[in-house]
């Protein structure tokens, strides 16, 4: 018998820090529970939505080159 489905699994889940056999455990747990599913959709959203927020920010904060006066 497996344990049963925790909150740290759900969120391995969405993090991608999760084994594959576990990983079919929670998407079989997800099929059945509509509402743990929409929710765990909704933490991709904000992963993904985070992600590209910061990385539009890292590339925008770089240091351009610039040219100094020669004297």
Same mark, same amino acid.
């Given at each position: 018998?497996?344990? +049963? =489905?925790?909150?740290? &699994? /759900?969120?391995?889940?969405? &993090? &991608?820090? =999760? !084994?594959?056999?576990?990983? =079919? ?14 929710? !765990?959709?909704? &933490? ?5 939505? /985070?992600?590209?927020?910061?990385? !539009? ?7 351009? +080159?610039?040219?100094? +006066?020669?004297?």
């Amino acid at each position: 018998m497996t344990e +049963p =489905i925790s909150e740290l &699994d /759900l969120m391995a889940q969405v &993090d &991608d820090q =999760i !084994g594959s056999g576990r990983r =079919i455990e929670v998407g079989e747990y997800l099929s059945r529970q509509s509402t743990m599913a929409a929710r !765990g959709m909704a &933490d991709l959203r904000r992963r993904e939505e /985070l992600r590209q927020t910061l990385t !539009g920010i890292a590339s925008s904060c770089r240091a351009k +080159p610039t040219m100094l +006066p020669v004297r």
